[in-house]
């Protein structure tokens, strides 16, 4: 399984890159040069650089397919946008976070850190269900668009000229994410927001098609998502099991 997941990130790679897209490429250029040779933005006192009025942030164009290791076990699948940032509380740190993560799978689980809202919506949720346990051991992460947008999720409409095969960046991600998930045929998929969604052709359920798994569409935890993405995890951990049951 590591073996064929791997390959994505050498396949997205060789297709990544400005003759391919001249536009993403020219908007990430012109969007860079306010961050200097730096490359980011900060306001944490620590880092050099770092200004009072400064927003925490960093240059674009890197990317991450997973945002947490393989486990051995995998029963939850978690597709939700790319982090804001890695780290917000240090733009430094969140650079040298996302950087690695374009060549290889992580070591380290960014969604059991702390470092992002994200993070600390998920933690907060599975714990509420007694189910921290799943997220730390059982549950990988793979985003929708592989590429880091930053705060805004209007960047992502700058990924959409259609160049390698027809396809922009973001279809190309939505395609090879659903072929890595069925890669991984976990017990349970959630697709979080409306965008992840659009996943195996927005079928829920076991309608999909795509292996033995359970798709839960969840409300994403920000922007005041929390409540209801607790409601809709619990529905999807609840089918889960019985649909582990039905399927073994």
């Not at 076990?73 to 939700?80: E, F, L, P, S, Y």
Request: proline content about 3%; aromatic content about 12%; overall charge positive.
């Amino acid at each position: 399984m590591e073996k064929k997941i791997t390959a994505y990130y050498s396949r997205f790679e060789e297709i990544y890159h400005k003759e391919n897209f001249p536009k993403w490429f020219k908007f990430i250029n012109e969007h860079n040069k306010q961050f200097g040779s730096l490359g980011y933005k900060c306001n944490c006192k620590f880092c050099p650089g770092s200004r009072v009025n400064n927003k925490p942030e960093h240059e674009l164009g890197h990317y991450a397919i997973l945002q947490t290791p393989l486990c051995e076990d995998i029963k939850i699948v978690i597709v939700g946008n790319n982090n804001s940032w890695f780290d917000e509380k240090c733009a430094e740190k969140a650079l040298k976070e996302v950087k690695p993560l374009r060549f290889k799978i992580p070591e380290r689980n960014f969604y059991t850190v702390g470092n992002s809202k994200f993070s600390k919506s998920l933690i907060k949720a599975f714990r509420s269900l007694e189910a921290y346990e799943l997220l730390q051991t059982h549950t990988v992460g793979i985003n929708r668009t592989w590429l880091q947008t930053g705060g805004s999720s209007i960047n992502i409409s700058k990924m959409k000229e259609k160049m390698v095969n027809g396809l922009s960046i973001v279809e190309i991600c939505h395609i090879w994410t659903e072929e890595i998930i069925s890669i991984m045929n976990p017990k349970l998929v959630l697709l979080l927001g409306e965008k992840a969604q659009r996943l195996f052709s927005g079928k829920a359920a076991d309608a999909h098609g795509h292996g033995n798994f359970f798709v839960q569409h969840c409300r994403h935890p920000s922007h005041g998502g929390q409540v209801q993405f607790e409601k809709d995890l619990k529905i999807g951990i609840e089918n889960m099991k019985k649909f582990s049951k039905k399927y073994g």
